[in-house]
């Protein structure tokens, strides 16, 4: 009895104290992989962002950029990294595509954990004002009459990159197109008048410069509202184009991770956008905060990237 007794109390301690522990998350910094470069949409929201989760964690984030290779590489060392919630991928849900677009393997959303999502990022196509066009019909008529002799830039999105080809296949279009490391630097090309167009992600110097009558916004490539722009033509919605590309800017956690920390990561990005100051901040950046928990945010790509074969299938087509 003595002995039952001694192993009932040793367990209730074991648990009392691995329950402690659990609780005691993080003790330590925490690191950011943000799998970009400097100055584009996904690096700039989640700096804004780091302040506020940093007072709400506790402890500071250590944001690292891992660019290269469409977000893929980046977002792969951290998958590999041990799941104890310490090392965490944002914005990281756009290398999902960008796998399927490099030939690789598409990734099985169940080999990751989702901590939640802090806001949606719909591409918009941009131009410079002093260019013969000022809408995408104009636009759409310049490439025609100059076939080959347009070219549009990508702020590292294949996805959007991929999405205009089907555009150009669609509508006969014969164009060139260059892909950067960052908005930041493609923006720094389309300012410059280095390409014609140039595709990027709100937030960017070139969504700013838009803002400021210094570009033109022709196209809403994804489903949502763009700040700043409300009467923007939406190529799915307005004008029939059978794909778009919405992108949720997320938190996502090696496999194996234990719930508890998961937990913890996904209440700290709710509680971070409901800060007035915080969200006030993003949208004068020009980012529609919104918060999408980790089941959603898991089913949410889970229908975004479906869409991704049939799009690579019609571009094939047209080979």
């Not at 009895?1 to 998350?25: D, P």
């Not at 164009?175 to 937030?203: P, Q, T």
């Not at 809403?220 to 004008?239: I, Q």
Request: aromatic fraction near 10%.
């Amino acid at each position: 009895m003595n002995k039952l007794l001694s192993a009932l109390l040793a367990g209730t301690v074991s648990l009392f104290f691995m329950g402690q522990a659990q609780a005691a998350f993080p003790e330590k910094p925490l690191n950011v992989i943000v799998a970009y470069a400097p100055g584009g949409t996904g690096d700039i929201s989640v700096r804004m962002l780091a302040k506020k989760l940093e007072s709400i964690l506790g402890q500071p984030l250590v944001i690292t950029n891992k660019d290269g290779g469409a977000g893929v590489p980046g977002f792969e060392y951290v998958m590999k990294a041990k799941p104890d919630g310490y090392t965490i991928a944002a914005p990281a849900t756009p290398a999902f595509s960008a796998s399927i677009f490099l030939r690789k393997k598409a990734y099985d959303l169940n080999n990751m954990s989702f901590a939640g999502t802090y806001m949606i990022n719909d591409r918009i196509l941009l131009a410079r004002t002093d260019r013969p066009y000022k809408n995408w019909e104009e636009f759409k008529a310049y490439i025609k009459a100059n076939p080959g002799k347009v070219s549009i830039g990508s702020g590292a999105s294949q996805e959007a990159v991929e999405l205009l080809r089907s555009v150009a296949v669609k509508e006969g279009l014969d164009i060139n197109f260059v892909m950067y490391k960052s908005g930041g630097e493609a923006s720094a090309d389309l300012i410059g008048g280095h390409i014609d167009a140039c595709e990027l992600g709100v937030g960017t110097a070139g969504y700013q410069a838009a803002r400021k009558g210094d570009l033109n916004v022709l196209l809403n490539l994804g489903t949502g509202e763009v700040p700043d722009f409300p009467d923007l033509p939406k190529l799915h919605a307005d004008l029939g184009h059978p794909f778009y590309t919405s992108v949720p800017y997320s938190f996502i956690l090696p496999k194996g991770t234990p719930e508890e920390i998961r937990a913890t990561w996904e209440n700290a990005i709710k509680r971070a956008l409901e800060d007035p100051e915080l969200q006030e901040a993003m949208l004068k950046a020009g980012f529609s905060p919104k918060f999408m928990n980790g089941q959603e945010t898991k089913s949410f790509c889970e229908e975004a990237t479906k869409l991704i074969p049939a799009m690579l299938e019609f571009n094939k087509k047209a080979e």
